[in-house]
């Protein structure tokens, strides 16, 4: 089974509801430098506008795409 990296994208989108970009960059903080462990994000503004986007694409996609996680 051959899929893209844009079709694994989704794949992850539909079973967690959140994009890699947005787990990469709110809760493994993959572009900062390591200082100690890892805590929850700040839920600010910023955070839950993309939260939002990342459930509407979601929502795009579990009800309106041709990929079905299974």
Not at 48 to 61: A, D, G, Q, R, T
Request: proline letters at 1%.
């Amino acid at each position: 089974n051959h899929t893209t990296g844009s079709e694994r994208s989704k794949l992850f989108l539909l079973k967690w509801g959140i994009s890699i970009k947005f787990l990469r960059k709110y809760y493994l903080k993959a572009n900062s430098i390591y200082h100690s462990e890892l805590k929850d994000p700040k839920k600010n503004f910023i955070y839950m506008s993309e939260l939002f986007l990342c459930k509407i694409m979601y929502f795009y996609l579990k009800f309106f795409s041709r990929i079905k996680y299974e």
